[in-house]
């Protein structure tokens, strides 16, 4: 009877466990659903029921994983306790009316592979601590209003497939060390502010598909050891202050077939059709 009454404890306590997630980590969402109106989300939580059950969130191990709440009226800023979901791994928040600064607790979130506060209002600088979360491979921060410089602390995050910044007020350069970014697939600093000449540095990034830097104050050339970029098959540099127009171009055509053809007045990227 001894050893059934003590199996029946160890098993009571182990659900009691696992039924929810830690108190810190449901501090953490009730401060996001407290921050952002959480009564007037498109789909809300009830409060009263298990955190399983509340949408968007994903719980494994007992830990949150995962918030996926884009386009559900989130509106007011993101708060410092959002630090405590230390076993994030994707956040998306896109399409919603996010206001005031990233906050700079996020950086505790070293599981995360995906961030993704695109078509918000977030404003301020990029918070330089983003660049401790080295697991991260998308960094989706497109149609804000932030500020500043790139930082250069994300040059160090190298498993960066998508680094998508365009459509804010960013100002200064292209870091030169953005060839840290071996893995990048696409780049996306379109409709910033930014100035200075196309950092030859990204004719290293060999696995580079997409690249579009046009509606910037960029000068200078389009530098041609692009040509050496063998899977970039879109690139778009117009509307910026460079010595030539450039033609955009975009396309699936292979991209052994992409020239680079400079003439007297302009140069243009053209896609040769077999």
Known sequence: MKIFNYIAVIFFVSAFTFAGVSPKEKEALLALYNST???????TWDLNASEDTWYGVKIENGQIVELNLQFN????????????????????????????????????????????LFMNSLEGVIPSELGALNKLEYLKLYSNKFTGEI???LMGLTNLKELLLGSNFLTG???SQIYALSQLKKLSLMDNKLEGEIPIELAQLKDLEELILSSNQLTGDLPMAFMN????NTIMVSDNKL????????????????????????????????
């Open 37 to 43: 109106n959480g009564k007037e989300w498109n789909s």
């Open 73 to 116: 009226n989130l509106q007011g800023e993101l708060p410092q306790e959002i630090g405590h979901l230390t076993a994030l791994k994707k956040i998306n928040f896109g399409f919603n009316k996010l206001t005031g600064s990233l906050p700079t607790s996020i950086a505790n979130l070293k599981e995360l592979t995906s961030l993704e």
């Open 151 to 153: 930082p250069s602390t």
């Open 173 to 175: 350069t292209i870091p």
């Open 229 to 232: 970029l063998t899977k970039l």
């Open 243 to 274: 010595n030539q127009d450039y033609v955009s171009i975009s396309g699936k055509n292979p991209p052994s077939l992409m020239q680079l053809q400079i003439q007297s007045a302009t140069a243009t990227m053209d896609l040769e059709k077999e």
